[in-house]
Structures are given as C-alpha cells and as structure tokens.
C-alpha cells in the first residue's frame, strides 16, 4: 500500500503528471493480479485468458479486443511464456487506435509474460558481454546507483537487474565519462547523454529510491527529463513502465 500511498501524493504535488501516474496504478494493479494468476497451476491456455481478462477489465478494453488478442496468440503456435516478444508483434490494425498506442498497450500486456519468463530462465550471460538484458536481450534505458556507490542496471521488461559499470553509456558501452553529459532533476535524477551514439540512460541514487521506492515510478516522474533529452536529440532505447518511449 505504501507505493499506492507515494502516488496519491505526488499526484497532488505533480498534477502535470496526473495522467501517466493514474495510467501505473493500473499497471501494477494488473502486474499484481497477473502475478496472483500465474501463481495458479492452470493450462497455459487457461492462464493467458485469465490475464487478458484481467488486461481488459483494468484498462476498460473491450471484449471482442482481447477476444482477438487470444486468437492471435494461439495463431503463432508459441508459447508466450517461453517466447513473450510475440505478444509485442501481434498484428494489430489501426484503423481506430494509432500504432503509439498499441505499441503501449502490448508493451503492457507483454510484462507479465517477460517477468514468467525472467523467472524461469537461468542467466548465463552478463549485460556487459552483451549490452542488453541478459534475460530477455532488450536495451536498458533505466539505472540505479546503490548505497555503496555501484550501479545496476533494471531491465523495463522482464524486472532483471544487474551490477554493470559505474560510468560510461550503457548502450554503446563506451566508458569514457567527457563522452557523457548530464541532465539532472530536482529530485537528483540524472539523464546521462551519450555523445557517441545519442543514447540517453537514465540514472538515480539510493537516497532518490529510499524516496519513492520503486525505480520505475522513478523513471515516470522525471518523464520530463526524457522531454528535454529528446528535444536535444537523444534517443531513449527501451519504454518505461507504461510502455512510453518517444515523447510526442
């Protein structure tokens, strides 16, 4: 309840940030349930109705929507638990929803199926011989610094997190720190812009998660900060919590 409790109040605080902070109650509403559901010991089929269910129940989807989405899953002939991008690529027309917010809405769709899938993977790699998660290989946009100063990194799709590099850009992985110019908040959360390959990382100190204690309520409160980096010309690789990645 605590977490629920941090955004009730940064609503009042941040009222330009009403929206997307309603918009992730409902996510870790539904992250919640969908957590509850696979707790279960159902057919696969089984639990990904009941996830839709809960998917179109939170966010008002209608029926015959998620009616299709399951269709559409069951077409691929995988098993979204063992391959989730599939929820990610799922044909879907826009003739009434533009593809922004479809992109978002599979985005959040697919999280409980990545977080399944982080949970029942063994690691056998590091981010840094890769430069991606090393559970689902998607890029990280959002970092951590700890007590003792070590950074991790926090994966938006499946929840892994890793210590990595303390300085340098976390896409490129170039390490050179005049490379790397910052934006801070006034919460002392960083953008960290990498002049070599135009990736921006977002980073945060442990006195900032003690604060809010979530790092991907983090990552939407300083949604700004990805405003004024995107202005500039700087690229956010992977979407925060609420599927958001471009800023429009």
């Known amino acids: 309840m605590e977490?629920?409790?941090?955004?009730?109040?940064?609503?009042?605080?941040?009222?330009?940030?009403?929206?997307?902070?309603?918009?992730?109650?409902?996510?870790?509403?539904?992250?919640?349930?969908?957590?509850?559901?696979?707790?279960?010991?159902y057919k696969k089929e089984d639990l990904i109705e009941k996830i839709l269910n809960e998917f179109s129940s939170i966010f008002e989807?209608?029926?015959?929507?998620?009616?299709?989405?399951?269709e559409s899953l069951l077409r691929t002939g995988k098993d979204p638990f063992k391959e989730p991008d599939i929820i990610l690529e799922l044909p879907i027309g826009e003739d009434k929803i533009s593809s922004d917010d479809i992109k978002r809405a599979l985005f959040i769709l697919a999280k409980?199926?990545?977080?399944?899938f982080r949970k029942n993977s063994k690691v056998s790699k590091r981010f840094e011989d890769i430069g991606r998660c090393p559970v689902c290989e998607k890029p990280i946009s959002l970092t951590m610094?700890?007590?003792?100063?070590?950074?991790?990194?926090?994966?938006?799709f499946c929840g892994y997190r890793e210590e990595i590099f303390r300085i340098g850009c976390s896409y490129c992985m170039q390490k050179i720190c005049e490379k790397i110019d910052l934006l801070?908040?006034?919460?002392?959360?960083?953008?960290?812009?990498?002049?070599?390959c135009k990736t921006y990382i977002k980073s945060f100190k442990n006195e900032v998660y003690q604060k809010y204690k979530d790092p991907y309520l983090i990552d939407i409160i300083s949604l700004p900060l990805d405003v004024v980096a995107q202005e500039r010309g700087y690229i956010r690789r992977s979407p925060n919590a609420i599927g958001v990645e471009i800023i429009k």
């Not at 109040?9 to 969908?34: A, G, R, T």
């Not at 029926?63 to 299709?68: A, G, I, K, L, N």
């Not at 801070?184 to 070599?196: G, N």
């Open 112 to 116: 409980p199926f990545f977080v399944k």
């Open 145 to 156: 610094i700890d007590i003792d100063n070590k950074r991790h990194m926090v994966c938006t």
């Open 184 to 196: 801070v908040d006034e919460d002392e959360i960083r953008v960290e812009l990498c002049k070599d």
């Open 3 to 41: 977490i629920r409790f941090i955004i009730n109040q940064l609503k009042d605080e941040k009222p330009y940030l009403k929206s997307p902070l309603e918009l992730y109650e409902k996510v870790l509403n539904f992250n919640e349930k969908s957590e509850k559901i696979l707790e279960e010991e």
């Open 61 to 70: 989807i209608p029926y015959e929507f998620v009616s299709f989405l399951k």
